[in-house]
């Protein structure tokens, strides 16, 4: 049994999450990806780990090779998958600080893909992006230091790299939406196309531009407390993923009863259509 995490904005020190850690270099595209591996940090589990954004934050959300990340965490034998996802709110109920599992998704990237994780495309349903049985085990760690804690939620998924306009941020809002961030409708699809079960872990930072609801004109207050709190999630965020990393293993995968999810099973067939080209 082995757990993958994908390490994005914050969450990029593989020190602070593996014990043990080596690294592996494989070539994507024209340009070199590290996995590391080891066991999740005071733990025995086996863990393979890759930063999302690249060697030092380099690849914008646009840019990040979701297919292949979900392909090697598949071929390297990974049975679970964890991402960490940095977020803005668009509800007053989730303040900077908050923690989400996020049981939704809302694609706005404007069909970025990914395309490459399947030699033959197809149907894909998509009713829950999330894996039901990794969201219920992640929901029994309540995080320590949390202003707020949401067991479900609906991350809208815009292109970036840009944040959202003030008008966008409201509009996103006005749609009942939870959170918005630039990559997990595109990361969610890409683990799912792979058959591999996948979670998130959202965290809050701020609210999204315009919606301040403490303090709605001070942006340059609000950039302030922003970095603060990464600055928070950066000494906490670590400690609670491992602490999901452990429910997650001991409490799922380690289960002899099957699985509760369908996102590892092979689709039906009535799902596959040969490729035309
Ligand atoms: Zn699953």
Redesign the pocket.
Known sequence: MKLGIVGGTAFEDPGALLDGTQSQTFTIGDGPVIFYTGTLAGTAIETIYVQRHGTDHGLPPHRVPYGPHAVLMRDLGVDAVLGTAICGSLREELPPGSVVIPDQVVDLTGRRGPQDVRAQWLHLPFGEPY?P??RACAAAVEPANATGFAAAGCIATIGGPRFASRAEARWLAAQEWDLVNMTQATEAYAFRQAEL?YLCIAFVTDYAYGLDFSDDAAIDTSMGKTLEMFRSILRTGPHHLVRVGQALTTRSLDSEEP?S?R??RPMPAEYYKEASA
């Open positions: 894996c049985q990794l079960c699985a999810c996102c590892q």
